[in-house]
């Protein structure tokens, strides 16, 4: 549910398809220990509070929330998860807290 390490990508990476120009690219974020700037697809709005930690404790699964994205050749955002209304309507239909304040530490910091 976070961005791994590129040092779990050189577990591979260091033998695996070493020739190809993203995994020199990847080698290169590796050796100058630069992080992999990553493109992000799904990403809620900033102050909006958001944990997975407590999504998967209530059991709710990834492909709720992103689609089967084991069926993607490439990432890409398939479901409005990040929206407040689905925020809301499975809040709703999973009897979680609606109260806004839940998502939303008004008044503004
Ligand atoms: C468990 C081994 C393993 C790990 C860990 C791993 N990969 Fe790979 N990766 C592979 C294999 C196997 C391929 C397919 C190579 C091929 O096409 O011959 C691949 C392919 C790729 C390709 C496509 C290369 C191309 O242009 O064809 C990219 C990009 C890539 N990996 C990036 C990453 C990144 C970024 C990470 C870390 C987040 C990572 N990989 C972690 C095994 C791994
Ligand atoms: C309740 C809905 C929900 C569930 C369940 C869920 N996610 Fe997410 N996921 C989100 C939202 C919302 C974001 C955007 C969070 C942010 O902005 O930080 C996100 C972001 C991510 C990201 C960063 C993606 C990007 O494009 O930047 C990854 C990776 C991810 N989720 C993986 C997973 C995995 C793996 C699972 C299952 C183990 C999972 N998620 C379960 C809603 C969910
Ligand atoms: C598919 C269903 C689903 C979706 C979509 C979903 N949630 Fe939830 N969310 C839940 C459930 C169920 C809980 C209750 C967990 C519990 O009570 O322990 C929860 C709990 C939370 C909590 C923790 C509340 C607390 O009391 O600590 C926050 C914060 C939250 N959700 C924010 C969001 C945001 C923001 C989004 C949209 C970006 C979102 N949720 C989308 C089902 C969902
Ligand atoms: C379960 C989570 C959740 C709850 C509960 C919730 N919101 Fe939201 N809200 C969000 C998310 C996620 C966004 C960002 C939507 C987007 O990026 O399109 C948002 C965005 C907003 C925005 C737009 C903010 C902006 O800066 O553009 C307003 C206004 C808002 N919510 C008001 C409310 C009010 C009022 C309530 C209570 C009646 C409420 N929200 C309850 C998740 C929630």
Sequence with gaps: MAF?????????????????????????FAHSKQPIPWVRVYKV?????WTHRKHLGAGVQCETCHGTVSDLDAMSETTAVTGMAS???????????????????????
């Design 4 to 28: 791994p390490a590129t040092s779990t990508c050189m577990k591979c990476h260091a033998t695996i398809a070493t020739d190809r120009p993203a995994i020199e690219k990847l080698a290169e």
């Design 45 to 49: 709005l900033p102050g909006v509070t």
């Design 87 to 109: 925020c809301v309507s499975c809040h709703q239909a999973r009897s979680a807290s609606a109260a806004c304040a839940v998502c939303h530490a008004w008044p503004a910091k």
